[in-house]
């Protein structure tokens, strides 16, 4: 096969937390890449208001000249406090998203000889989410059994050899600084992630780059944030990730603030798992 290659973004936070430059550089790399396709998953704003969504919503557009990209919200990009707990419908939640980026919460891609399935974690102050951590409260998220079902089916439908990408905002794997997981009741949602048929997950949303699998056969990719609140002050990052037929590989780009460029840095490779 052709290797497939997805840039992977997260945590970009336009708005207060963005830094500009890096976004700048990230964009110039972009045709050297020269990605099959392009997914940002998650956090696109501070604090989900007109002005950042608006900025975002450019950014998409211009990078998604460049390859067919795929977006979905993270928990900054969702007004919580417009219906907490559901009080007032779940619309709410995602009014000014959706005005951006569209109805579709959970949105699908196909490319050739892969296929890209959006979920929803990101609930805002929702009964699935909470903790015993009241600091958790609007942070983390949880993947109801609805949404991973329906990535299943589309998995199900896919063409035979298709790579099966599952994209979520929540880390499923723990942060090498925070230790900490994005999601509730994350032991149940990473067995509903091996059992979906995805053999790559793309994720965000803990400020640091990372690379695992879930029980040595699901192959993780965590994007870093292009903002200067990374985890133990570490550089920003976004991941390069590479598809063949024997492997996914996934690239760490990291930020050299001297050059005020990304250069190519840790290389993780997972042997792709086999389909029956």
Do not use: C
């Given at each position: 096969m052709t290797p497939?290659?997805?840039?992977?973004?997260?945590?970009?936070?336009?708005?207060?937390?963005?830094?500009?430059a890096q976004v700048e550089a990230c964009e110039g790399m972009l045709p050297e890449l020269n990605p099959s396709a392009i997914v940002i998953s998650g956090d696109h704003t501070q604090r989900a208001r007109h002005?950042?969504?608006?900025?975002?919503?450019h950014f998409r557009d211009r990078v998604g000249r460049l390859a067919p990209t795929l977006v979905i919200p993270g928990n900054h990009d969702v007004q919580w406090?417009?219906?907490?707990?559901?009080?007032?419908?779940?619309?709410?939640?995602?009014?000014?998203?959706?005005?951006?980026?569209?109805?579709?919460l959970s949105p699908?891609?196909?490319?050739?000889?892969?296929?890209?399935?959006?979920?929803?974690?990101?609930?805002?102050?929702?009964p699935g989410s909470m903790t015993w951590?009241?600091?958790?409260?609007?942070?983390?998220?949880?993947?109801?059994r609805s949404e991973i079902?329906?990535?299943?089916?589309?998995?199900?439908?896919?063409?035979?050899?298709?790579?099966?990408?599952?994209?979520?905002?929540?880390?499923?794997?723990?942060?090498?600084?925070s230790r900490r997981m994005g999601l509730a009741h994350w032991r149940r949602a990473q067995q509903q992630i091996r059992a979906s048929g995805a053999e790559l997950v793309l994720c965000g949303h803990d400020h640091q780059e990372g690379s695992g699998q879930i029980d040595g056969m699901v192959a993780?990719?965590?994007?870093?944030?292009?903002?200067?609140?990374?985890?133990?002050?570490?550089?920003?990052?976004?991941?390069?990730?590479?598809?063949?037929?024997?492997?996914?590989?996934?690239?760490?780009?990291?930020?050299?603030?001297?050059?005020q460029r990304f250069r190519p840095s840790d290389l993780a490779r997972y042997g792709r798992m086999k389909r029956a």
């Open positions: 497939i290659v997805l840039v992977h973004l997260s945590d970009m936070h336009f708005g207060r937390d963005v830094d500009l002005g950042e969504l608006q900025m975002s919503r406090w417009a219906s907490p707990f559901g009080l007032f419908g779940t619309p709410r939640l995602y009014r000014k998203y959706r005005r951006y980026f569209g109805r579709d699908r891609l196909e490319i050739p000889g892969a296929v890209i399935a959006g979920v929803l974690t990101s609930h805002g102050v929702a951590n009241l600091n958790d409260m609007a942070v983390k998220g949880h993947l109801p079902a329906a990535a299943s089916r589309y998995f199900d439908g896919a063409p035979p050899g298709a790579a099966r990408i599952l994209v979520l905002h929540h880390n499923v794997l723990p942060g090498a600084v993780v990719s965590t994007a870093g944030t292009l903002t200067p609140r990374t985890r133990g002050g570490g550089a920003s990052a976004f991941n390069v990730v590479t598809i063949d037929d024997q492997a996914i590989s996934v690239l760490h780009m990291r930020w050299e603030i001297e050059f």
